[in-house]
């Protein structure tokens, strides 16, 4: 039977074995951009101090002094908020590009950031403590997708990913004309340039109780998406498709959109807007891996991870006042994507 | 083993047709036949338990089918689609382990096991060679024999096939068919819908036409694929004349 083709068609085996060099890489690369930003700042620090500090550390023998002080108070922690939004952002990116088969889905799709967002600000106008600034975004933010999800689920139309996504713009532009009237009701003085800071991403101001509540969270997020893996990508046939070959297409999309919105929740609340990491990263983890979810979610995360580390540490570095996180990634993401557009359709290959 | 019995078609309430009886076996190919907007897919959708049906109802196995999970489904039957560009560009040996899914633990990717079926489905097709290839630039024909090969990898007694021909040049249309042909004789039940009438007179046990919201004419083929009966429910005048190698084809009456 003529099944003899053009050997260019043929892809060298992206195989298991393949992904599993690319991962462990990625890991690698994610460890050097943790040890570069807790050296870089206004107290620097080389890396044999950085290791030795993290060493006693973990051994029970921490010397208190200037160097544990800036590295466990002040830059760790952000480091780690950094990691922890970086690759909460990137998994929910490319879960939600998988699960609505579409590669510009970003995870605000079902209006999330904007949810969180109306919610912190309202918090800001009303001068609540940073705290609850935060625990306010994560709850406008959880309960605008519920609206989204209860409403798509109400029109029961028979595209159901369809009606998800309309009402999911809907919903977020409710939102979004909510943060606009916030702003005209803010103090122009005080309140006005928080929001607009705070709208634009920054990790300033992390503190080690932030990552303690941050980092449960997302990972209480990961850990169905991991677990779902191969289903998930299966989810990707469509809907039909996916039912026939045996998943429970409804159950599998639930655990993903709450997953995925619990942890594009998290990250929004502590470390506001931040653009372009759950759009563009799960496009470049696909150049690496392969468009498999299964091992898109992992590189995803590590490369969203690192790379907002990297970003954030630039973020605080770079200038002596700190730029907002959004414009870094929009300067970074913009170029790289219109780059990703010119390789071609198979851009989400 | 799938069996309708009373059964009516439709969405939202609405019917498209009714009183359809029809049964397939294993070692059988059973083909719908019907003009555009009849209902072949809509009751490929209710035969595979995507839509409920309106009235009457579906049996796989002697169990009604509203009562099987969707796993003990996919063990059942698996859906052949019609093969489209796909926005993810899969290899072939990554759809073909999707087949494993049903196979699978919750929690589990496909293991060594799972990757010697789908090789093994690949050969039975004869694309072997096809594994690592990208799903989306390769023929029509092959990504439609890669679907084939997925079906064959979820490893059910029965496969449904919607319009498996449609949009294939006439080299992979007989590649494809051949294909059904060789299943039928592995003792796979086979489902598929069609437009060609001559595929339907040449492959199936059993055609079902399906016209005007109802099941228009069902049987052997020789006593279904007839010149009366095509004419009536397509609204042209045709006959099946018999050629010199003894198939059957239909032509227009001049």
Avoid at chain 1, 96 to 118: E, H, K, M, W
Avoid at chain 2, 101 to 128: K, M, N, Q, Y
Wanted: hydrophobic residues 50%.
């Amino acid at each position: 039977m003529p099944s003899s083709i053009d050997s260019s068609v043929v892809r060298p085996r992206a195989d298991a074995r393949r992904s599993a060099v690319v991962i462990g890489g990625l890991l690698v690369i994610l460890l050097l951009a943790v040890l570069l930003a807790a050296m870089l700042g206004p107290y620097p620090l080389t890396p044999g101090e950085v290791i030795a500090a993290i060493a006693r550390r973990v051994i029970g023998a921490a010397q208190p002094g200037p160097v544990d002080t800036v590295l466990f108070q002040i830059r760790l922690p952000r480091v780690a908020a950094a990691l922890l939004v970086g690759a909460a952002l990137a998994a929910a990116g490319a879960s939600y590009q998988t699960l609505f088969r579409n590669p510009l889905v970003s995870p605000d799709i079902l209006g999330v950031s904007a949810g969180a967002g109306f919610g912190a600000v309202l918090g800001i106008l009303l001068s609540l403590p940073v705290f609850a600034i935060q625990g306010l975004g994560f709850v406008t933010g959880m309960i605008t997708v519920g609206i989204v999800y209860t409403l798509a689920r109400a029109l029961r139309s028979q595209n159901e990913i369809l009606v998800l996504v309309l009402a999911g713009i809907v919903v977020g532009a409710l939102a979004g004309a909510g943060i606009s009237l916030v702003k005209i009701l803010a103090d122009p003085y005080n309140q006005l340039p928080a929001i607009t800071f705070w709208l634009l991403g920054s990790l300033s101001g992390i503190k080690v109780s932030d990552v303690q509540v941050v980092a449960p969270l997302v990972i209480l997020g990961l850990v169905p998406l991991g677990l779902l893996r191969w289903r998930i990508g299966v989810l990707s046939l469509g809907d039909d498709e996916a039912r026939a070959l045996g998943v429970n297409v409804r159950f599998v999309r639930g655990v993903v959109i709450t997953s995925a919105t619990l942890i594009t929740a998290t990250a929004v609340s502590v470390s506001g807007v931040i653009g372009w990491i759950g759009l563009v990263i799960p496009h470049m983890a696909r150049l690496l891996v392969g468009p498999r979810y299964d091992r898109v979610l992992p590189a995803a995360a590590l490369m969203g991870a690192g790379f907002l580390v990297l970003i954030d540490t630039v973020a605080r570095t770079a200038a002596r006042i700190e730029i907002p996180l959004g414009l870094l990634t929009a300067l970074f993401g913009a170029p790289v994507f219109v780059w990703l557009l010119a390789r071609g359709r198979r851009m989400w290959s | 083993m799938l069996g309708a019995r009373g059964l009516s078609i439709g969405y939202d309430g609405r019917t498209v047709a009714a009183g359809i009886d029809l049964t397939v076996a294993r070692g059988e190919v059973l083909c719908l036949l019907g003009p555009n907007g009849a209902g072949k897919t809509t009751l490929f959708k209710t035969l595979l338990g995507l839509i409920p049906p309106i009235a009457g109802e579906v049996t796989v196995g002697e169990r009604p089918l509203g009562s099987l999970t969707r796993a003990e489904l996919a063990k059942s039957m698996a859906y052949v689609p019609q093969a489209q560009v796909m926005e993810f560009a899969y290899t072939v040996l990554d759809l073909v382990l999707m087949g494993r899914t049903v196979h699978l633990g919750p929690f589990s990717a496909p293991g060594r096991r799972d990757h010697e079926r789908a090789h093994a489905a690949l050969a039975d097709l004869g694309i072997a060679d096809l594994a690592d290839a990208e799903a989306n630039r390769i023929s029509g024909g092959q990504r439609q024999l890669c679907l084939v090969a997925r079906a064959l990898a979820q490893d059910a007694p029965l496969l449904v096939m919607d319009e498996p021909t449609a949009s294939l040049d006439l080299g992979n249309r007989l590649l494809v068919l051949e294909r059904v042909r060789a299943l039928k004789a592995q003792n796979y039940g086979v489902v598929f819908s069609t437009h060609d009438p001559d595929q339907a007179r040449d492959l199936a046990t059993t055609v079902a036409v399906i016209a005007g919201g109802r099941l228009a004419a069902y049987g052997a083929p020789q006593d279904t694929v007839t010149g009366p009966i095509l004419s009536a429910v397509y609204g042209v005048d045709v006959v099946v004349e018999r050629t010199e190698s003894g198939r059957h084809v239909v032509a227009p009456r001049c």
